[in-house]
């Protein structure tokens, strides 16, 4: 059974590689021009409520005690975050429309992101768990091989990497646990429309989960054991989705590393996309990381009941005609 | 408890209005030039696994006894389908791509369907359910008040009505119990891009229960009681979608017609979806009619059984951090 302070107690340390951002963005609902954002906040903040999150990733003169206080009230670790003295934090510009599924990107100002190179510190180096965000595949490969004691080894991409990086995006794969894509990617990376033929393909190049992120659909899980598919929690008002797919995988791998006793089990990995389910849908009811940096605890658990809830059916079959 | 033999004992009998058609389909997994198909026939043959269902629709001269066998074959009464001396039936060409998701129309020849004007016999107006399938909404409404004693009426539509007839389908989704749409219809129909706030909307107009069709990604419920969501059953080979809606709408009125002293509970409407999501995946899996003729009641169950299977998750909470 769990002890009531199991996952204060167990929990492994976990480090996130990549972006931190200020994001400017326009939806019909209202807009920011300048928020905290980037993947590994968004990550580093879902995750922090299960384990010891390490967040990596290079910020400018711009970022200052405002973004840091952000991470530290989660007690994420800034250790790894490199100031760049000189240098202008990753921006990015973008709107919605009615359709929330759709954004355009405005501006994409690199800043520092653009000569990243990933400088872990012992600490992180020696995390047990280890998500590659959304970076360049060569570096996602240089920061795997610096934490080659990694037990657990997670890792996002994009069609720009699909498209401009392919081969060494598939070598990145190849050493990863687990895959986490938009489905649209999925196909696009493996050429096959069907994504069940898609996530078994990429099996067979090395993870051994495959994650579809399906947006306001939800997400599925495929792996040996089989299929898992869990709805996006229902929400009458979305005001900015971005982040949602990080904060997603942050709560999904967090959960992984509350539960370091268990194995890497279908049953484990669908608990886990409950509670970076539930996250997500905090994420995206307010701008940016607004919601997400007082949620409690307490909300989470009762999204990923409510979620139960509403997947659950029972069947008393009796032969048909 | 249920008795083995209950589906045939306590059926109630159900009524189909709508097309039937013959398709011609092109796919990157083959071709066929002329195979049965319409709404109404998908929808008649998913329902049959469960009670006795009335097939109601015009047919031409050359809709012959080779047809007629498709439907007595599951049981389907044909005593209402329409024979128009001199008529064409309603054929419809399409091709999809390799993203099976969205299909291009070739030809649209309405034949007798142009004129069609229901009429049903005494018995088919007994019907304890109807379904009102894809037809023009006047039509919809006039089949309605002739089957004024059914217990439970549901409807699909599409989206040239909501464009073309809107006013008139608005009048005929108010008097109905459960109203059937893809989720786009759904947010074009109520003009509010998200999903939960248009089902809301919709309930406010009348039924009680709006089902979302979602192709590939599954389905979802709303009522008063409630969100239900189900992901479609992972398929690695989907051959022909024509007919995938009408088939899932057959098996779940069909399952709600086989379980008439239930009240129409959440509980029950989301087993039915789950009957009609595991037809809809057989239908797909060949061209046409071709595996759901020679689909058995095991071949569902089991399905069933796989879908729950690919929805559940435990949980055992505990504090977050």
Same mark, same amino acid.
């Given at each position: 059974m769990y002890a009531p302070d199991r996952y204060a107690a167990a929990a492994m340390s976990l480090t996130v590689v990549g972006s931190i951002a200020f994001d400017a963005v326009k939806t019909p609902f209202g807009e920011r021009e300048r928020m905290l954002g980037g993947a590994a906040v968004h990550f580093a903040l879902a995750a922090s409520f299960f384990a010891d999150v390490r967040a990596v990733g290079p910020v400018g003169d711009d970022f200052g005690e405002e973004e840091y206080a952000v991470l530290h009230a989660k007690g &994420?670790?800034? #250790? #790894?975050v490199e100031h760049v003295p000189g240098g202008k934090t990753f921006f990015w510009a973008g709107e919605y429309g009615w359709d929330l599924n759709d954004r355009v990107t405005l501006d994409t100002q690199l800043g520092v992101f653009a000569d990243f190179e990933p400088k872990l510190s012992e600490a992180s180096r020696a995390s047990d768990f280890l998500f590659l965000a959304n970076i360049q595949p060569d570096l996602q490969r240089e920061v795997h091989a610096q934490c080659s004691n990694a037990r657990f080894v997670a890792m996002d991409s994009m069609n720009f990497w699909i498209e401009s990086a392919r081969e060494s995006l598939i070598e990145t794969i190849r050493g990863v646990d687990a895959l986490m894509l938009n489905d649209a990617e999925l196909r696009q990376l493996t050429e096959k429309p069907n994504l069940v033929q898609a996530a078994r393909e990429l099996r067979a190049w090395g993870p051994r989960v495959i994650v579809a992120k399906q947006g306001e659909y939800g997400s599925a899980l495929f792996t040996e054991d089989g299929f898992f598919a869990l709805p996006a929690? %229902?929400? !009458?008002? &979305?005001?900015d989705p971005t982040g949602a797919g990080d904060s997603f995988a942050g709560g999904l791998v967090g959960y992984l590393a509350a539960h %370091? #006793? !268990?194995?890497?089990s279908n049953d484990l990995l669908r608990r886990a996309m409950a509670y970076g389910t539930a996250i997500a849908s905090y994420n995206v009811e307010?701008?940016?990381t607004e919601r997400v940096q007082r949620l409690t605890g307490d909300e989470v658990v009762g999204r990923v009941a409510d979620l139960r809830r509403a997947t659950a059916f029972a069947d008393a079959p009796v032969p048909l005609r």
């Open positions: &994420v670790n800034t #250790d #790894d929690y %229902p929400l !009458e008002t &979305v005001i %370091p #006793d !268990e194995e890497l307010e701008f940016g």
